[in-house]
């Protein structure tokens, strides 16, 4: 069986990497204000949210040398805004992924977040395809509600 546990010390340097916006950048305060109280959460140890935790566990993977793609409807945000994987700039066009921050310099193996339209058969056939052409990716497909899966639902059989 795989040892699956990181450190605390490794997570507490991925999590200060991924809750800390650069300061070039001009965010929604709304969006400052989770990011701070993330960041704060990874320091005291206590109050890390579910988008937290998954940033984590994305981040930790990215740092071990794979390469994470997750799509479906509304995944940068994440459906109940919870997740924050792009957040856009307010002043110029683009955004800023925080989990890449953990990529190595050159590195292939990124995070990325693609907002998907709703033609779940394509897409989820298009995220198996990719799943299949790198073993060492972890492909998601999120499917916001489970109507959302039947016109999966041949893909998945």
Not at 8 to 23: F, H, R, W
Not at 28 to 48: D, L, M, T, Y
Not at 130 to 137: E, F, G, M
Request: net charge negative.
């Amino acid at each position: 069986m795989k040892d699956t546990g990181v450190d605390l010390a490794v997570l507490s340097e991925i999590g200060n990497k991924i809750t800390v916006l650069p300061p070039t950048g001009n965010f929604h305060p709304q969006i400052v204000k989770i990011f701070k109280a993330r960041n704060a959460a990874i320091n005291s140890g206590e109050g890390i949210d579910w988008g937290t935790a998954e940033a984590l566990a994305f981040a930790t993977l990215i740092d071990e040398g794979n390469h994470i793609r997750i799509s479906g409807q509304d995944v940068e945000r994440g459906t109940f805004s919870h997740r924050h994987a792009h957040v856009f700039y307010q002043d110029r066009d683009g955004c800023y992924v925080p989990i890449n921050a953990i990529a190595k310099e050159n590195s292939t193996r990124t995070f990325i977040a693609s907002n998907s339209h709703l033609s779940e058969y394509a897409v989820l056939g298009y995220e198996f395809g990719y799943a299949q052409a790198d073993p060492s990716t972890l492909v998601l497909w999120e499917a916001q509600f489970g109507d959302f899966a039947n016109g999966a639902q041949i893909m998945i059989d």
